[in-house]
């Protein structure tokens, strides 16, 4: 099993900037990918970005150019991270990190972003 352990997140101003970061641990070499998902109340979680075992990284569209996907491989441990610059109000969400693996999808805690305009 995989588990997550999220931090970073918190609230500010439109245009600032914040840093997200996800530690996997257990079976990591399970893992193929990991992703940023996002969520506001009502809505479905929307995939933020993704990078795989091999550092290919994707972005919705309307993140790109202004959020960038990393990743820290170590012997126990993965480290993904979340640079978010040039935020907007409407990148006020929960933020989750996932870890995919071929049959598998675990979830981290989330953690609120909140940007005020």
């Known amino acids: 099993q995989v588990q997550l352990v999220e931090s970073g997140g918190g609230l500010v101003q439109a245009g600032g900037s914040l840093r997200l970061s996800c530690a996997a641990s257990g079976s990591i070499f399970s893992i193929y990918s990991m992703d940023w998902y996002r969520q506001t109340p009502g809505t479905q979680r929307e995939l933020v970005a993704t990078i795989t075992r091999s550092s290919i990284t994707n972005y919705a569209d309307s993140v790109k150019g202004r959020f960038t996907i990393s990743r820290d491989n170590a012997r126990n441990t993965v480290k993904v991270y979340l640079q978010m610059n040039s935020l907007k109000p409407e990148d006020t969400a929960v933020y989750y990190c996932?870890?995919?693996?071929?049959?598998?999808?675990?979830w981290g805690q989330g953690t609120q972003v909140t940007v005020s305009s």
């Open positions: 996932a870890a995919e693996g071929e049959a598998t999808l675990t």
